[in-house]
């Protein structure tokens, strides 16, 4: 099994014919055999007169090349021709198929390059930007997020759920204002009595007022031990 390597910048036979063929400006669907297999030879020649190693395949590709030439010039029956696949449209084959695959490569690699150009951060802990100052220290934002879930899941199970068609759009602003109204009443109200509405957008809403009013410092968020009932307070 013969080690592959490259020969100066080519990675093999067809990589080394397809260089012969660019510089030479000639279409791959129309090589000019003879001219080719010269210079593939005369590459060749120059590699074992530096004392570099030729691969079996490239001496196996100069046979081929030789054997195309070969068949150019020689007369062919028509017998023959039916029934022998044609070399050279085999080679044309390999090469377009091989050059497909660099023009893959090629691309591929540009885009690692690009890959390469950008930097990602490590996940940060968010609790260092949230304020807490308002929140009673026994009951946590965390707290306050796995109550809302609670809360969600149960109202999931007690189908059906009451739901509301309207076009009003349903704003914090708003549900800020009837928060005030039910604590200027209250005073202190659990913190799911405050969703009297079920539906997506209002219990969104909802929440979100909920967690301003605590950073505006209009209400805050006690829970007298754990796993009771969560309360808000008018400040």
């Known amino acids: 099994m013969d080690i592959a390597f490259r020969i100066d910048n080519f990675e093999g036979p067809l990589d080394l ?3 012969l063929i660019k510089i030479n400006k000639m279409n791959i669907l129309d090589i000019e055999i003879e001219k080719i ?3 593939y030879l005369d590459y060749l020649n ?3 007169q530096m004392n570099l190693e030729i691969t079996s395949n490239y001496l196996l590709m100069a046979s081929e090349l030789l054997y195309i030439k070969s068949k150019k010039l020689l007369p062919v ?3 023959e021709e039916q029934k022998e696949e044609d070399p050279m449209e085999s080679l044309t084959n390999r090469l377009l198929e091989y050059q497909s695959y660099k023009q893959i490569c090629e691309t591929l690699k540009e885009k690692e390059n690009m890959r390469k150009e950008i930097y990602t951060n490590s996940p940060i802990n968010i609790k260092e930007y949230i304020d807490n100052s308002n929140i009673d220290t026994d009951i946590t934002l965390d707290d306050l997020v796995n109550a809302f879930k609670k809360f969600l899941i149960r109202k999931e199970e007690e189908k059906p759920i009451r739901t509301k068609v309207t076009e009003k759009e349903i704003t914090i602003s ?3 204002i009837r928060i005030r ?5 209250k005073k202190r109200v ?4 405050l969703f009297d509405d079920y539906s997506k957008e209002y219990i969104v809403a909802t929440f979100l007022a909920i967690l301003e009013m605590v950073k505006e410092q209009e209400l805050t968020i006690k829970q007298d031990e754990i796993f009771s009932e969560i309360i808000c307070e008018v400040v």
Do not use: A, C, G, V
């Open 190 to 193: 659990s913190f799911y009595e």
């Open 46 to 48: 120059k590699m074992e």
């Open 181 to 185: 109204n039910i604590l200027l009443n």
């Open 77 to 79: 029956q028509k017998e």
């Open 37 to 39: 297999t010269e210079q």
């Open 174 to 176: 708003d549900r800020k």
């Open 17 to 19: 014919l397809l260089h």
